[in-house]
């Protein structure tokens, strides 16, 4: 599942091809995409329109428009998009939308479990959509002491807040567990129980494995892909993340797979521990 580095490869992969060009042509071929909205009229309300920039803002790809309007683009589980010269993107049966642009580009919107949506936004509505859903940007603004205030009190398990969008914006299951791992904490450790030292920890953990996400051009694990089509390599570079058996790098011992609220956790049960004491 595309998380903020895989968003961001996504952003700085498309920007140079929609920012500044108009949209001559807009096909939207699932409903589910656009829904509770007509596809058809999605894309004629998309036509026309000049893009004046690509920006990311958690796992959201916002695409603002001349007219003020933004276009909102979450992947979800599998959605990604390519780039190609009008008319050259080979067919795909898990193609879901084609914008046609005047600098002779083709943008498609590629989703196999569809769970990817589109919204169309109207000047003024933006803020206050992402303000109810998303907390801090983690490699923006986001201070130690302020990652601490999102926590306390909070005895719900560190890896289900930071799971939740609210408490920082865009961490999935793969960075949250890396991070994790960097800030030597437990999955389950309550995130209210971290001791100053712990959050700075935290904070640095959760940004070291963003940047390395980002710089890696995110991780190619089944469906993700960078909009010229390549994959990235963050795959090589997980300390724990589908490493369960393996050696830690730190310390050795084999890696630990779990389930936490569900989602698959892997951790070093020697240097995460559960009690603040790791001798
Ligand atoms: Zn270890």
Known sequence: MPELPEVETVRTGVAGVLEGARITDATISDPRLVRPFAPELVAAELRGERVLAVERRGKYLIVRFESGRVLLIHLR???????????SLAD???????LSLDNGSDVAYRDVRRFGTWELLEPGEL?????????????????????????????TSLKAALLDQRTV?????????EALWYARLHPLRPAGSLDD????????????A?????????????????????????????RVYGRDGQPCERCGTPITKTRVGGRGTHYCPRCQQMADDPS
């Open 197 to 208: 030292e712990e959050v700075a920890r935290l904070h640095r953990g959760i940004r070291r």
């Open 92 to 98: 795909d049966p898990h193609r879901r939308a084609v």
């Open 77 to 87: 589980m599998t959605g990604s998009l390519l780039v190609g010269d009008s008319g």
């Open 169 to 177: 914006a865009g961490l999935g299951n793969i960075y949250v567990d």
């Open 127 to 155: 803020q206050p959509y992402l303000r109810k859903r998303l907390g801090p940007e983690p490699l923006g603004r986001l201070s130690s002491r302020r990652l601490a205030g999102r926590l306390a009190g909070r005895r």
């Open 210 to 238: 963003l940047r390395l996400g980002i710089e890696r051009q995110g991780a190619s694990l089944r469906d993700y892909a960078r909009p010229d089509g390549a994959s990235g390599a963050m795959q090589d570079e997980f």
